[in-house]
């Protein structure tokens, strides 16, 4: 990625699910569509790849990531091997039996002239703020994960 034309976001929400059940239910990356508003599709290819199709401002988009590290109940990294260029991490803590935090990072470089507005008017950070309020509402309401992957995958080097 190139660093100058980098974005950074972060954002982190409190849900009233115990971490283990929050970190599940983020695993199950082809249940993305029901909360993140623009992503219209992710599949996952094996356990480290997923193909993701997003509508960014109108335009859709499609790429490909590959998950870098994977710490059950902690976290899970990820980085773009194809189209739009992206990278983050998400992280659990545990803040009682019954409640966690959720922290996103994620870091991505705007592409032409609709993306760079957007970022400049802050689109993306009120896009994943959103998602996660949705995945909040998502999780309480259900009250247990839909599946889990509980897998560990580490990073070269």
Do not use: C
Not at 94 to 118: F, K, M
Not at 129 to 152: C, N, P, Q, V, W
Request: proline share 3%; no cysteine.
């Amino acid at each position: 990625m190139d660093k100058k034309n980098v974005s950074k976001i972060m954002e982190s929400i409190d849900v009233d699910v115990p971490v283990r059940t929050a970190y599940n239910q983020f695993t199950q990356f082809e249940e993305f569509p029901k909360f993140m508003e623009d992503v219209e599709a992710v599949t996952q290819l094996d356990d480290q790849t997923l193909r993701w199709k997003a509508s960014i401002g109108g335009v859709t988009k499609e790429w490909t990531s590959r998950i870098t590290e994977q710490t059950p109940d902690k976290r899970i990294a990820w980085t773009n091997t194809d189209g739009a260029t992206n990278a983050g991490v998400v992280t659990f803590h545990r803040l009682s039996d019954t409640r966690a935090r959720i922290a996103l990072q994620l870091d991505y470089e705007p592409e032409g002239v609709v993306e760079n507005v957007g970022d400049v008017l802050g689109v993306v950070s009120r896009s994943a703020r959103a998602d996660l309020e949705r995945f909040k509402k998502y999780i309480e309401t259900r009250g247990r994960e839909s599946g889990g992957y509980r897998g560990t995958i580490r990073s070269p080097g």
